[in-house]
């Protein structure tokens, strides 16, 4: 009888431990897959200095682009996408707004469809498209937003 009770507490407490190895090892996939955002920044050191508040979303007109495959062969695509600005800047972001438009439709035709598929690549090309959308407009831009990414 002794043998039993000895054996169940062995059971309960490997039981326990793989609970919370399974446990972390969920939050720590979760926060990367989920909270890539915060961990790409974290990793890039990028620390916001604004309030929420502070900022709003200007949405672009939907862009319609023509990507190739590996093969050459086009795939429409349809990108809608917000930028996240400091509110006194919406109306100067207004004027931009053409040639913001021209600017990301020129930067994703040199993209390849089969290269952005996966989520990692996602995240690759928000940061890339941030980047690019940051450098070229004399309005300070916080954030590019994905609110759609459609294959057509």
Known sequence: MNIAKHRMKLFFVGYSIALIVMAIVGYDLASEVWGSHN???LRSGITPKYFATDLALYDLPSISVSLPNSQGQPTHVRIDISLEVARKDLIRIEGFQPRLTSHI???MQKKNIDTIRSHDS???LHYELLNEVAASQPVPVHEVVFRQFMLL
Do not use: E
Request: proline content about 0%.
């Open 39 to 41: 961990y790409y920044q």
């Open 105 to 107: 439709t020129s930067f």
């Open 122 to 124: 996602l995240i690759g």
